[in-house]
T-cell receptor
Framework: DTGVSQNPRHKITKRGQNVTFRCDPISEHNRLYWYRQTLGQGPEFLTYFQNEAQLEKSRLLSDRFSAERPKGSFSTLEIQRTEQGDSAMYLC?????????????FGQGTRLTVV | TQLLEQSPQFLSIQEGENLTVYCNSSSVFSSLQWYRQEPGEGPVLLVTVVTGGEVKKLKRLTFQFGDARKDSSLHITAAQTGDTGLYLCVIDNYGQNFVFGPGTRLSVLP
């Protein structure tokens, strides 16, 4: 296993277009997280899944954003009608379980630029 | 909601110097991780601390978890240019999500 994989690494899109990102977590990890990071800031939580169930969504996740993890493996994050303010690095992470002290392993991120 | 503060926000030092960065929380947390992130990449896990008062060493990096489990520090001895990056402290919110601090951006100059 090579770790958490995110595709694409970079995406440039025109305002108003829809985009979809994919995350493949470490295979035995049942938790998967999405974060957004803007320049100079730490990552901000968007949502997470326990297997295929989406357990929490941040207020940052407007109705233009939707995330799925249909079979409890890979996940997709879709942004509809993109806005310039959506430009950011979108990070995915996975972790093995729910016990305290569990660690999150991050992918390399997808950098979105909305022009 | 737990809030994390990190200080300093920016730090620029010469190669060979020592430095310490800090992470503080508004409340007790169950565990804390330190990550380093380079531009255009995802954060990479450095260490996890769980027990109050715990000290962990990773080569030239020393991590300490406060006795009250509300703060942590990262000390780097004899910094190298390869240590340049954004240092993030992260708390495990009791099995929920992970909460990030704003980070300390370290620049080590040759």
């Amino acid at each position: 296993d090579t770790g958490v994989s995110q595709n694409p690494r970079h995406k440039i899109t025109k305002r108003g277009q829809n985009v979809t990102f994919r995350c493949d977590p470490i295979s035995e990890h049942n938790r998967l997280y999405w974060y957004r990071q803007t320049l100079g800031q730490g990552p901000e939580f968007l949502t997470y899944f326990q297997n295929e169930a989406q357990l929490e969504k941040s207020r940052l996740l407007s109705d233009r954003f939707s995330a799925e993890r249909p079979k409890g493996s890979f996940s997709t994050l879709e942004i509809q009608r993109t806005e310039q303010g959506d430009s950011a690095m979108y990070l995915c992470a996975s972790s093995p379980g729910t016990a305290s002290g569990t660690e999150a392993f991050f992918g390399q991120g997808t950098r979105l630029t909305v022009v | 909601t737990q809030l994390l503060e990190q200080s300093p926000q920016f730090l620029s030092i010469q190669e060979g110097e020592n430095l310490t960065v800090y992470c503080n929380s508004s409340s007790v947390f169950s565990s804390l991780q330190w990550y380093r992130q380079e531009p255009g990449e995802g954060p990479v896990l450095l260490v996890t601390v769980v027990t109050g008062g715990e000290v962990k060493k990773l080569k030239r990096l020393t991590f300490q978890f406060g006795d009250a489990r509300k703060d942590s520090s990262l000390h780097i001895t004899a910094a190298q240019t390869g240590d340049t990056g954004l240092y993030l402290c992260v708390i495990d919110n009791y099995g929920q999500n992970f909460v990030f601090g704003p980070g300390t951006r370290l620049s080590v100059l040759p």
